[in-house]
């Protein structure tokens, strides 16, 4: 099993950056792979980047392509999502995931996927 707790969300103003991390338990995070979720307020929790293993693959949904950039460091048992030009729709609680996964490039975007789930952190942009 693995325990997720994110951390680094706060009040940004529009155009400006935050980065999140996700701290793993245990010592074979590197067997995960990770993704990053949010969910506003009546909103379904949506899909916002990936990471395989390796850190080799990502992927991200294209409301955040180009702005966002997940990576990772399992020597620390830490993904990050550097977010930048951030937007007020970008305003949710954002929460990492991870699944236990085989292959070091594969990577999933469903959130049915994922088996394990950190608590989340506030991310709210101000325009």
């Known amino acids: 099993q693995v325990q997720l707790v994110e951390s680094g969300g706060g009040l940004v103003q529009a155009g400006g950056s935050l980065r999140l991390s996700c701290g793993a338990s245990?010592?074979?995070?590197?067997?995960?792979?990770v993704g990053w979720f949010r969910q506003a307020p009546g909103k379904e929790r949506e899909f916002v980047a990936t990471?395989?293993?390796?850190?080799?693959?990502?992927y991200y949904a294209n409301s955040v392509k180009d702005r966002f950039t997940i990576s990772r460091d399992n020597a620390k048992n830490t993904v990050y999502l550097q977010m930048n030009s951030l937007k007020p729709e970008d305003t949710a609680v954002y929460y990492c995931?991870?699944?236990?996964?085989?292959?070091?490039?594969?990577?999933?975007?469903?959130?049915?996927?994922?088996?394990?789930w950190g608590q989340g952190t506030q991310v709210t942009v101000s325009s």
């Open positions: 995931a991870a699944v236990l996964m085989e292959s070091l490039r594969v990577v999933t975007a469903l959130h049915s996927d994922y088996d394990y």
């Open positions: 245990g010592r074979t995070f590197s067997s995960y792979v």
């Open positions: 990471i395989s293993r390796s850190g080799g693959t990502t």
